[in-house]
């Protein structure tokens, strides 16, 4: 059983976590590789640290997102998108609803 996190991870964090597995699978970067990687760009994250990011032990701050997006050749934003790939929901389910599939959330509207 994992522990609580005092503040959870909200959908936004949730995307990140998702797209950042999402692409470093699709990069066949192993979680050390991409420690590297971060590394070599002057923000090293252990492997281990990465992978309770993408299990969602641990939160991502402002600058993890910036160096794992420019190692992975995103962009921070990108990192933050709903995963559109979900043929389920295409990374934008039904106001109240969380994705099965993806567990994607909707974006919250502002105003």
Same mark, same amino acid.
């Given at each position: 059983?994992?522990?609580? &996190? ?7 964090? !949730? ?11 699709? !990069?066949?970067? +192993?979680?050390?590789?991409? +420690?590297?990687? &971060?590394? %070599?760009?002057?923000?090293?994250? +252990?492997?281990?640290?990465?992978? !309770? %990011?993408?299990? #969602?032990?641990? !939160? ?12 992975? #050749?995103?962009?921070?934003?990108? %990192? ?10 295409? #990374? ?20």
């Amino acid at each position: 059983m994992r522990p609580e &996190l005092r503040n959870p991870p909200g959908p936004a964090a !949730r995307n990140a976590r998702r797209n950042i597995q999402r692409l470093r699978e699709e !990069r066949r970067f +192993s979680y050390a590789e991409l +420690s590297d990687r &971060l590394t %070599l760009a002057g923000h090293p994250i +252990s492997g281990y640290l990465l992978g !309770r %990011l993408e299990a #969602g032990e641990r !939160r991502v701050d402002v600058d993890d997102l910036a160096a794992i997006a420019g190692v992975l #050749g995103v962009t921070p934003g990108e %990192l933050l998108e709903p995963p559109a790939e979900c043929d389920n929901c295409h #990374g934008d389910p039904p106001e109240g609803f969380i994705c099965a599939r993806c567990g994607t959330t909707p974006v919250a509207t502002i105003g």
